[in-house]
């Protein structure tokens, strides 16, 4: 069964730093584009980054950039994104989603994490 | 950034009911075009690839169309599961970009 997992939410003061992790399985993740999606409480959809299968590109949302650090190991079929600065409005639900065909962006997210909850408050 | 829009914001409608949301880009998007269904506390589900191809598993209902800057989604038949929300994306350039929704209610 192919299934993505994230952890490493929480609640965490303005300023501080996190990292999300997101294992997955059941496909042969060093072929497939990742990425990160998050929505804020009674919000849409928001994409903020993705990495490619290699993990030689990578690209972020004008929102999150120089602030948030996509990665993966594909040695353990896991995504990474580390939060740092973190703001009132980074408050989140936080998904990792795959994309559709092997190295390719461009069609898709066809598996979802459950997503990780991240709360930024005083 | 290629802007998303998407009509109705929200629409009630009845089990049986034949139903069409729209879709628009800013700019020329060609087919890069998706769709997913969301349920409330639940991840988005995928629903619709490239503007008109079906993913595996979702119900042949659900139909796609369009290309360019403009896009539609098509329920032939409500069932009680297509009470959700409703997001658009485009992926023909990053930031890729997400409509803001079409809530589909009872």
């Known amino acids: 069964e192919v299934q993505l997992v994230e952890s490493g939410g929480g609640l965490v003061k303005p300023g501080e730093s996190l990292r999300l992790s997101c294992a997955a399985s059941?496909?042969?993740?060093?072929?497939?584009?990742m990425n990160w999606v998050r929505q804020a409480p009674g919000k849409g959809l928001e994409w903020i980054s993705c990495i490619s299968s290699s993990g030689a590109y990578i690209y972020y949302a004008d929102s999150i950039k120089g602030r948030f650090t996509i990665s993966r190991d594909n040695a353990k079929n896991s995504l990474y994104l580390h939060l740092n600065s973190l703001t009132a409005e980074d408050t989140s639900v936080y998904y990792c989603?795959?994309?559709?065909?092997?190295?390719?962006?461009?069609?898709?997210?066809?598996?979802w994490g459950q997503g990780t909850a991240v709360t930024v408050s005083s | 950034d290629i802007q998303m829009t998407q009509s109705p914001s929200s629409l009630s409608a009845s089990v049986g009911d034949r139903v069409t949301f729209t879709c628009r880009a800013s700019h020329n998007i060609s087919k890069f075009l998706n769709w997913y269904r969301q349920k409330p506390g639940k991840a988005p589900d995928f629903l619709i690839s490239?503007?008109?191809n079906l993913q595996s598993g979702v119900p042949s209902r659900f139909t796609g169309s369009g290309s360019g800057a403009d896009f539609s989604l098509t329920i032939s038949s409500l069932q009680p599961e297509d009470f959700a929300t409703y997001y658009c994306q485009q992926t023909y350039t990053t930031p890729q970009t997400f409509g803001p929704g079409t809530n589909l209610a009872i």
């Open positions: 059941g496909f042969t993740f060093n072929d497939y584009y």
């Open positions: 989603a795959k994309g559709l065909r092997p190295h390719s962006s461009i069609y898709g997210m066809d598996v």
């Open positions: 490239a503007a008109s």
